[in-house]
């Protein structure tokens, strides 16, 4: 048994001995994915913030004339869509429901947008794999949108942040979307 142990052994730590000395194969660099921004996309209410209540949460401590007047502000500016479609290339088109588009090029360019009450916007496109920010400044207001593209490519995420220098805290919301097939 004595003799048999040591050739037992041998045989057990022989495998090990071969895995330690074999050369771990080259990790491969992860590739940037590609972003298909392309396409229609359908609002997912179910997954989206209701605008209306975020709006009357956020103005609920402000006195009755600060109420009133923020809330206007906030409802003209901040508005909930059923539609998203997104043209990419070159610059970036960018249709919020029946909204005019909003065409930025794709290197942080700024752009006039104006939009169909007449509201005179600048607007900037920054991208960074699967983000996207659009960025309207307004007369006294900045809209910030946040497009994230899920992993699975088929939805994405869009924070709406509303900012004003007079707003104590920014207002902000988020909507998702679904890819149409």
Known sequence: MRILAPGLSFLLLCPLAAQKSRTPAAASEPRAVKVDWDGEWTLAASQSDKVGEQIE?????????????????LQS?????????????????????????????????ESDWKRSDDTVFKATLAKDGPTM??????????????????KDGNSLALQVTYTHPKLDNPFSYKLVFKRND
């Open 77 to 109: 500016a901040c508005q909930e869509f059923n539609k998203l479609d997104i043209l990419a290339g070159e610059s970036f088109s960018v249709t919020m429901g029946r909204e005019r588009p909003i065409d930025t090029p794709a290197d942080g360019t």
């Open 57 to 73: 949460a956020h103005v609920s401590d402000l006195n009755f004339a600060k109420k009133l007047y923020w809330k206007k502000k």
């Open 133 to 150: 920010i659009q960025t309207l400044t307004g007369d006294g207001f900045t809209l910030r949108y946040v497009y994230s593209m899920r």
